[in-house]
C-alpha cells in the first residue's frame, strides 16, 4: 500500500499563509515571547467574548497555573473524571492535591455529574471537568454545584475549541477554562496552550508563573516571590497559533459535517443493531474533535485496529482510564472503582476525523468496518 493511501486518524492542516507567516518571524530578530504570542492572546481573548486570557506552552501547565492561582495543594481535593487525557489528573498530583474521580455516563462519556455530589468532601475545593471529544460536560449541573458547595470550576477544555453549551461557547463564561494547541487538537500552535481567567484572578501571578516568577520594573529592575516554572509561548508558536484561528470556525463546521456523513453511513450498515455504540448525535454543540466509537466486548480492539491498519485506515484510543495506570494504583485506585469508565476505556476507538478529510474517505472507513465486523462475527 502506497502512502497516499493511509488515513491517519487526525492530521493539522497548516495554510501556506502561516507558513509564509512562521518564516517572517524567524527572519524577523524576535522567535520567542513577543508582539505574535500578544496577539495571539488578545485574538484568543476576542474570540472567547473579551475574556482574559493568557497563553502558556501547553495544555497541561494551564491546568497547573489555574490550581495554583486558587491556591489548591496538599490536603486539598480536585473532583474529575477518571476517562480523559492523564494530563487531567497528572496536574493535580503535581500541586500536591489528590485527584478524586467521579465515573462517567458511558453515553456521554463525560463526568457523570448526577454523581459528583456524594464525592465532594470538607477537603473538596475544585472540580476539573473534561469537554471529551468536544462534548461539552454538564456545566449547569456543575457550576450548579460548585455554588451550592463553594467549590471552583477549572474546565478542561483541551479539546472543546468551539464547542457551545447552552447557546454558549465555551470558554466564553464559567470560571477558568485551559486549552490545549496540541498538534491533534482542533487548531495547534505546535504545542501550547491558554488559560481563560475569571474576574478577580490574579493575572500578575499568572504571569509571573509563566517564566521563573520573574517581575520586572523600570528599565533595570527585577524581583522574585514565587517558583515560577518556565511555560512561556514562542512567536514562532504563536504565529502558528492565531493563523490557526483565523479558520477554527471554518474547521469545526467541517468536522460536523463530517460526523453527520460518519452517521449517515453507520446508519446505512446498522452499526448500532450489531452492537457498537456510537457517540450522541450532537451537531450543535460539540466541536467533534473526535469521532468514537465502542465497539462490543467479544470485538478485540487491539485486533481490530490492526485489520484497520491492514486497510490503510489508522485509529486511535482516547483514552484507557486514569485510574488503573501504575501511578494511581500505587495510590490504591483499583479496577471496579469506576466500572462505566472501565468498559468505555476497554474498547473506545477514535476513527478518522480532520478537517481536510474527504468526504470518500467517510465512506471508506465505513466500509472497512462493515468488512472487518464481519470477520469479527457481527
Ligand atoms: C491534550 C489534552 C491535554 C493536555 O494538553 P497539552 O497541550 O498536550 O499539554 C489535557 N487534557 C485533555 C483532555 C487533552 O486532550
Not at 80 to 87: C, E, I, K, Q
Amino acid at each position: 500500500m502506497n502512502s497516499q493511501d493511509i488515513l491517519p486518524f487526525t492530521r493539522p492542516d497548516i495554510d501556506e499563509d502561516t507558513i509564509a507567516g512562521v518564516a517572517e518571524v524567524l527572519r524577523s530578530g524576535w522567535i520567542t515571547t513577543g508582539p505574535w504570542c500578544a496577539k495571539f492572546e488578545q485574538a484568543l481573548s476576542e474570540y472567547f467574548g473579551g475574556r482574559r486570557v493568557l497563553a502558556y506552552s501547553s495544555g497541561t501547565v494551564t491546568m497547573e497555573v489555574a490550581l495554583k492561582l486558587l491556591g489548591i495543594g496538599p490536603g486539598d481535593e480536585v473532583i474529575t473524571t477518571p476517562l480523559s487525557w492523564v494530563a487531567t489528573s497528572n496536574v493535580i498530583l503535581t500541586v500536591g492535591a489528590t485527584p478524586v474521580f467521579v465515573d462517567i455516563d458511558p453515553v456521554t462519556r463525560n463526568i457523570d455529574a448526577g454523581r459528583i455530589e456524594a464525592a465532594i468532601t470538607p477537603r473538596t475545593r475544585a472540580i476539573l471537568p473534561v469537554h471529551l471529544a468536544g462534548l461539552p460536560a454538564d456545566l449547569d449541573a456543575i457550576h450548579a454545584l460548585a455554588a451550592r458547595h463553594r467549590l471552583r470550576v477549572i474546565e478542561d477544555a483541551a479539546q472543546a475549541i468551539g464547542s457551545l453549551w447552552q447557546g454558549r461557547l465555551i470558554g466564553s463564561f464559567g470560571d477558568f477554562a485551559s486549552f490545549s494547541f496540541h498538534p491533534n487538537k482542533n487548531i495547534t500552535s505546535i504545542e501550547g496552550g491558554c488559560l481563560v481567567l475569571p474576574e478577580g484572578a490574579d493575572v500578575d501571578l499568572a504571569r509571573r508563573l509563566r517564566l521563573q516568577g520573574v517581575q520586572r520594573s523600570g528599565l533595570d529592575g527585577m524581583d522574585v516571590d514565587v517558583v515560577g516554572g518556565k511555560s512561556n509561548l514562542t512567536d514562532v508558536a504563536a504565529r502558528v497559533g492565531w493563523g490557526q484561528l483565523q479558520r477554527v470556525d471554518e474547521f469545526n463546521a467541517r468536522r460536523r459535517v463530517l460526523a453527520q456523513a460518519y452517521f449517515t453511513a453507520f446508519d446505512a450498515i446498522g452499526l448500532v443493531a450489531r452492537g457498537v455504540q456510537l457517540p450522541p448525535r450532537d451537531f450543535i454543540q460539540s466541536n467533534w474533535h473526535m469521532f468514537q466509537i465502542v465497539p462490543p466486548p467479544q470485538v478485540q480492539r487491539a485486533a481490530l485496529m490492526q485489520a484497520l491498519k491492514d486497510r490503510g485506515i489508522i485509529t486511535g484510543v482516547h483514552y484507557p482510564p486514569i485510574h488503573l495506570f501504575s501511578l494511581y494504583r500505587q495510590r490504591g485506585l483499583k479496577p471496579g472503582d469506576f466500572p462505566h469508565a472501565e468498559t468505555v476505556g476497554a474498547s473506545i476507538l477514535t476513527l478518522p476525523l480532520f478537517p481536510s478529510m474527504r468526504d470518500s474517505d467517510v465512506t471508506r472507513v465505513a466500509a472497512a468496518l462493515d468488512a472487518v465486523l464481519r470477520q469479527f462475527g457481527l
